[in-house]
């Protein structure tokens, strides 16, 4: 047993919790004790963070993972677990390679660059609306769950009268306080949607992420559907979570929010530090190892778990000096704020052309955008496997 | 510097693409990197390191 567990519990909004960070401090890896009693490890270095996930000794397979917290005791075990058909993300390779090889061609930068435009009309009509309604409004409701939500849906070919009942359920399916059922039951609602609209492209094939691949042959509806599902749900409440956090934060740092408005110059850098300092996922990953493993002079057992927190590594001062505080010049490339290895983020190109072209349209749109409510009121998810902020009443 | 490519281990992350696009695109079809000059020229060199300290999967090197 070791006394440490993993804590959710912040001090500061935007800083991972002190007990962690201070971890880090001591060693870079250290044992802790999962929530169904398993003796694993929490890694909290850049360096061993970047090793651990490069290194295919490291299986991502979700029978072999412990539960970090006790809110996902009931979803972990081989039962709830398995690995459905195309969900690669929880695969290895060489399963994994197979899938993966089959969408890099979709998410290429420039297939991203290409979508561009579509991402900046989108945009303006979420910003058309939010202007349009009395103030204050929800920032999250009006701008930050809409835009990646249509985009994702368009790149997918999801009509959008369907969207709907699509941000309920992967509301659902990553709140961590929910009951197991209840996430397995948003698990089947949306993929029996998907299922349907494989079979109705099948029939009726349109210019779409989802029509190319049918039209690939390689993959069966079974497999297809888990690809549309992952894809959908990590492409939803990722960048929604980056673009409400991160307004928050420029926000509360008028100078670093003045940057990114009027210095076209320090966007591409500027959204690279928001990635790095907000670190969104921010309870994981976690990998188990399949064999004895050394790293950094600590010998990790085969099928002990291996918590990688990435928001403490990515403020690793030997790597990211002075990185607790947000500054949007500072070299910020590197981070691992979309993983590393053989599953860093599949749409890291989409998210950034999204964060790219939606803060600063935000800002230029509204220059007096101020919070509506003190900053201490900002309810955030802090319980949630991805973090941000629930609601961010705004005015301007 | 000579750049060294496998397309074999390659994700498709596309960091080399975004960090020096002169030497690194991907193809069309995988979306696995090309290389478009594989001896860069000396003001680039310090870029292409960069690339290859941040691809995700080790599939570009430089000898
Ligand atoms: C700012 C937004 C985003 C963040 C912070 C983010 C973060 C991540 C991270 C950390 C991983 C690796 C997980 C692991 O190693 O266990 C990942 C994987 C993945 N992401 Fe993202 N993501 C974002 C946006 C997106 C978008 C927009 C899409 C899709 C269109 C997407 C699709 C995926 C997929 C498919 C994987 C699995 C890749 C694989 O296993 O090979 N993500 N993401
Ligand atoms: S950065 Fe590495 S994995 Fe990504 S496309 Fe380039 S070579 Fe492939």
């Known amino acids: 047993m070791s006394d440490l567990t993993l804590t959710t519990t912040r001090q500061r909004p935007f800083d991972p919790p002190d007990e962690i960070a201070e971890l880090r401090e001591q060693t870079p890896i250290h044992r802790m004790t999962y929530a169904d009693g398993h003796l694993g490890w929490i890694v909290t270095s850049y360096a061993a963070a970047r090793a651990i996930l490069a290194d295919a000794r490291f299986s991502n397979r979700p029978e072999l993972m412990h539960p970090l917290i006790p809110a996902r005791m009931e979803l972990a075990g081989d039962q709830a677990l398995r690995v459905p058909p195309g969900f690669f993300l929880r695969m290895d390779a060489p399963e994994h390679t197979r899938y993966r090889k089959l969408l890099t061609g979709q998410f290429t930068v420039r297939r991203m660059k290409e979508l561009e435009p579509r991402i900046a009309e989108i945009t303006d009509s979420c910003l058309d609306a939010m202007e349009a309604a009395a103030k204050p409004v929800d920032l999250v409701q009006e701008f930050a769950l809409p835009i990646p939500s249509l985009v994702i849906c368009e790149l997918l070919g999801v009509p959008y009268e369907d969207r709907a009942q699509f941000q309920e359920d992967t509301k659902v399916l990553v709140n961590l306080e929910i009951k197991a059922e209840d996430a397995m039951g948003a698990m089947t609602r949306i993929s029996a949607y998907l299922y349907g609209l494989i079979q109705r492209k099948r029939a009726k094939p349109e210019d779409d992420l989802l029509s190319g691949l049918i039209e690939n042959g390689e993959l069966n509806d079974e497999e297809l559907t888990g690809v549309a599902f992952l894809l959908l749900v990590a492409g939803h409440e990722t960048t929604a979570n980056m673009l409400g956090l991160g307004t928050y934060a420029l926000l509360t740092n008028p100078a670093q929010l003045a940057l990114m408005r009027d210095d076209p110059s320090a966007v591409e850098n500027g959204v690279e530090e928001l990635l790095r300092y907000l670190t969104i996922i921010h309870l994981g990953p976690v990998r188990s190892a399949l064999a004895d493993v050394e790293i950094e002079g600590r010998l990790i057992k085969a099928g002990e778990s291996v918590a990688i927190h990435l928001p403490v590594a990515n403020r690793d001062p030997s790597r990211f000096p002075d990185g607790d505080a947000l500054d949007l010049t500072r070299p910020a490339t590197g981070h691992l704020t979309f993983g590393h290895g053989i599953h860093q983020c599949l749409g890291q190109q989409l998210a950034r052309a999204e964060m790219r072209i939606a803060y600063p349209a935000l800002l230029r749109r509204f220059p007096g955008l101020r919070l509506a409510i003190s900053p201490e009121e900002v309810p955030m998810r802090s319980d949630m496997s991805i973090y941000g902020v629930h609601r961010l009443p705004v005015t301007w | ?63």
Do not use: H, N, Y
Request: glycine content about 6%; some cysteine; charged content about 20%.
């Open chain 2, 1 to 63: 510097m000579e750049i060294k490519a496998d397309t074999t281990v390659c994700i498709g992350a596309g960091m080399c693409a975004l960090t020096v696009p002169a030497i690194f695109d991907q193809s069309e079809e995988e979306g696995t990197v090309v290389v478009l000059d594989s001896t860069p020229p000396a003001e680039l060199e310090d870029a292409v390191r960069r690339a290859v300290t941040l691809c995700p999967s080790g599939a570009i090197s430089v000898v």
